[in-house]
């Protein structure tokens, strides 16, 4: 369906990356290509104890963090700045669609959690991060979808929380740029996600209705995340990116 498949990554010897939302689905896939291609990686997992069995590779450095949590996210930058003395990239990858419901049927509270983990969480992660962004001149990555911009029928707390994600990074990039540090907002398509099976589980839009054979594979916007890491995404001027780009389809195999 949508005829995408993995783009070539640069070389990323010597880059310190943090991935958020790292304990499955594309952010797992995210460490296998980063490790892949030479980068120090660590990776940020909700609750890493009782994370599932996916397996991951050994040289990441495995971090118990919940994005929610100021205390968890604090605690994970110092143990970068202690154990690798610098980050240069931090990929907000942790993201949430539930409740999914049409709107009458949620209460205001309903979307708390949501509005928690994809724009506070991606705010506070950032905050965090920037004063060693600021010092290597370095990147930050946030996952985003095309909900962030087209209403979806039963995502109410999803497509609102990823708008505000995006107009958020674009508020990163005017106020951050300055200091060298450059932000995207990647839309990734309907991958191949638990996130996704629950999604054909409502049955409430046409994204549900998405067969799992015709869903992206996890490695094709893990590379292009990943090919963000490296030295030409430096040279892109917009902010709001997507995978099925034309720039990102020309250098798919």
């Known amino acids: 369906m949508f005829n995408l498949s993995p783009v ?3 070389d990323l010897s010597g880059k310190i990356v943090l991935v958020t939302g790292a304990g499955r689905g594309i952010g797992a896939e995210l460490l296998r290509v980063l490790v892949e291609h030479g980068a120090k990686v660590f990776a940020g997992i909700h609750q890493l104890g009782r994370r599932g069995s996916e397996t991951l590779p050994p040289e990441t450095e495995l971090l118990d963090l919940d994005v929610t949590s100021q205390r968890e996210t604090d ?5 970068i700045a202690d ?17 999914i419901g049409r709107l009458a049927t949620l209460s205001s509270d309903d979307l708390i959690p949501s509005f928690a983990v994809n724009v506070a969480g991606v705010h506070r992660m950032t ?13 930050v990555i946030n996952a985003g979808t095309g909900a962030a911009t087209t209403p979806m029928e039963g995502w109410t707390a999803y497509c609102t929380s990823k708008a505000a994600a995006l107009m958020l990074t674009r508020m990163f990039d005017l106020e951050l740029s300055g200091e060298g540090i450059k932000c ?3 839309g990734v398509p309907p991958t191949d996600t638990a996130m996704q099976a629950a999604i054909r589980q409502s049955g409430l839009n046409p994204v549900s209705r998405i067969a799992q054979s015709d869903l992206v594979p996890v490695r094709v916007p893990a590379t ?8 030409d995404a430096r040279l892109l001027e917009e902010v709001v990116l997507d995978v099925r780009d034309e720039r990102f389809r020309q250098m798919m195999r």
Do not use: H, Q, Y
């Not at 154990?83 to 409740?99: H, S």
């Not at 292009?224 to 030295?231: F, N, Q, T």
């Open 224 to 231: 292009v995340m990943a090919w963000l890491c490296g030295p």
């Open 83 to 99: 154990k690798a003395g610098r980050l240069d990239v931090l990929i907000n990858n942790a993201g949430v669609i539930d409740p």
């Open 184 to 186: 995207f907002f990647l």
């Open 8 to 10: 070539p990554v640069p």
């Open 127 to 139: 905050v965090a991060a920037a004063p060693l962004l600021r010092e290597s001149k370095g990147v």
């Open 75 to 79: 605690a994970a930058i110092r143990t």
